[in-house]
């Protein structure tokens, strides 16, 4: 569920942010390291809530750094969809709903199975070789906004015969939209090699051209990846 909003000062919760600073502190050679993995800890335990402010004086005055290795950290964090930058307003701790997050995941379960069963029976070998690349490559990275990126890459190549624009379209739109909570996941719980493991299977029945089954993995796939974030967020209300 969405978290509920926070109503303590600012003050308040600096004070929480101080427990992690100092526990966080002997252990990164860098101001950067030191300033994110703190306020990553800070996100996803809640001590920051959605939409808090996160001032660069503020933060800088609280770590005891310059504001050169906390506006670094943000955009670290940014990548990573915990930090969000508005105009006017700079930046704030990112807005991550179950709600939203099982909305798109039951659109993506009824959407790319269906561009998957028209797409499979003209996957061409090019098309299944690209996708083994894009799995390959996924196993390889660390970075979170590239794996976002790889992933989705890796599931319109085995949508990409499917002949209807208007539903890629979709399936595109809603891939990126789940693109913010894979980060988010990846942030908060770590590299699954389950959901790998999933992509693997995915590819070997297009292969085999077995539509039912790589179309039961792919609802699989997106919904047991939703019901993780869920119990996530909901464990840390």
Request: charged fraction near 25%; proline fraction near 6%.
């Amino acid at each position: 569920m969405s978290q509920p909003p926070d109503s303590r000062p600012p003050d308040a919760r600096l004070a929480d942010l101080a427990v992690l600073i100092a526990r966080n502190r002997p252990r990164f050679r860098t101001a950067t390291e030191f300033v994110e993995a703190a306020m990553r800890e800070a996100i996803l335990e809640g001590v920051l809530p959605a939409g808090a402010p996160l001032r660069q004086e503020d933060l800088a005055a609280a770590f005891g750094v310059s504001r050169m290795p906390v506006r670094e950290a943000l955009r670290q964090l940014e990548a990573r969809a915990l930090v969000e930058f508005h105009p006017h307003r700079g930046a704030v701790v990112a807005e991550i709903s179950a709600e939203d997050s099982a909305d798109i995941g039951a659109i993506r379960a009824a959407l790319e199975p269906a561009a998957l069963r028209l797409s499979l029976p003209h996957l061409t070998a090019d098309d299944l070789a690209l996708a083994a690349e894009l799995i390959a490559e996924m196993d390889a990275e660390t970075d979170p906004g590239r794996m976002g990126e790889l992933n989705r890459r890796f599931h319109m190549t085995l949508y990409s015969r499917a002949g209807r624009p208007r539903l890629l379209a979709l399936v595109e739109q809603h891939l990126s939209a789940a693109d913010r909570y894979l980060r988010f996941q990846f942030a908060a719980l770590g590299y699954h090699p389950r959901s790998q493991d999933e992509h693997h299977a995915l590819l070997a029945a297009c292969r085999a051209g077995d539509a039912d089954a790589a179309c039961g993995i792919v609802v699989r796939h997106v919904i047991q990846a939703g019901e993780q974030l869920s119990a996530f967020l909901d464990g840390r209300g």
